[in-house]
T-cell receptor, first 111, second 116 residues
């Protein structure tokens, strides 16, 4: 069965620091992988996705993620955090036409 | 293009009452999903529609939850009777049938349900 695990339910960084949010998947078939962001009282907004091709994918707001099959990982990074990045981030996998979500990581950005 | 619309945005009811949520997907999107997001957790799929047919409702508590998508466009999710543990955000998502983004689900703002 497919599962997605996000390491760390809360991550705190200073403004301008590197953001690293970790995601690992468990699946015999590498799934399509997604990162969504959720701001308070809003729905999920797609940040980026990996389906096929280049393993380093760039998304909106300066985020990027790298698919590493050997490590079954799809970690999300951003070189320099901004206060507006504070939100809940969800990693999700899809290899059956259905999204399986991780439990989410809350990103706090300190001034 | 307009996004996925959901209403109401917030609902407070007492346990054993009934409640209904409405979703209007992005125009032309054939696939529609309902998710339940309990506080502190990732969304969990409740039901998936393809046009007006159910593809997967294996995680839907059918003794109290029901959903329909008449005419293959908008959809309604109903809970009757509600329990305390149904307090959650109910998210609707849709997926296009035409490339280039047939692999991507687009989410609405959600309905936050509080059961007292």
């Amino acid at each position: 069965a497919q599962s997605v695990t996000q390491l760390g339910s809360h991550v705190s960084v200073s403004e301008g620091a590197l953001v690293l949010l970790r995601c690992n998947y468990s699946s015999s078939v590498p799934p399509y992988l997604f990162w969504y962001v959720q701001y308070p009282n809003q729905g999920l907004q797609l940040l980026l996705k990996y389906t096929t091709g280049a393993t380093l994918v760039k998304g909106i707001n300066g985020f990027e993620a790298e698919f590493k099959k050997s490590e079954t990982s799809f970690h999300l990074t951003k070189p320099s955090a901004h206060m507006s990045d504070a939100a809940e981030y969800f990693c999700a996998g899809d290899n059956t036409g259905k999204l399986i979500f991780g439990q989410g990581t809350t990103l706090q950005v300190k001034p | 293009e307009a996004g996925v619309a959901q209403s109401p945005r917030y609902k407070i009811i007492e346990k054993r009452q009934s409640v209904a949520f409405w979703c209007n997907p992005i125009s032309g999107h054939a696939t529609l999903y309902w998710y339940q997001q309990i506080l502190g957790q990732g969304p969990k799929l409740l039901i998936q529609f393809q046009n007006n047919g159910v593809v997967d409702d294996s995680q839907l508590p059918k003794d109290r939850f029901s959903a329909e998508r008449l005419k293959g466009v908008d959809s309604t999710l109903k809970i009757q009777p509600a329990k305390l543990e149904d307090s959650a955000v109910y998210l609707c998502a849709s997926r296009p049938r035409e490339p280039p983004s047939t692999d991507t689900q687009y989410f609405g703002p959600g309905t936050r349900l509080t059961v007292l």
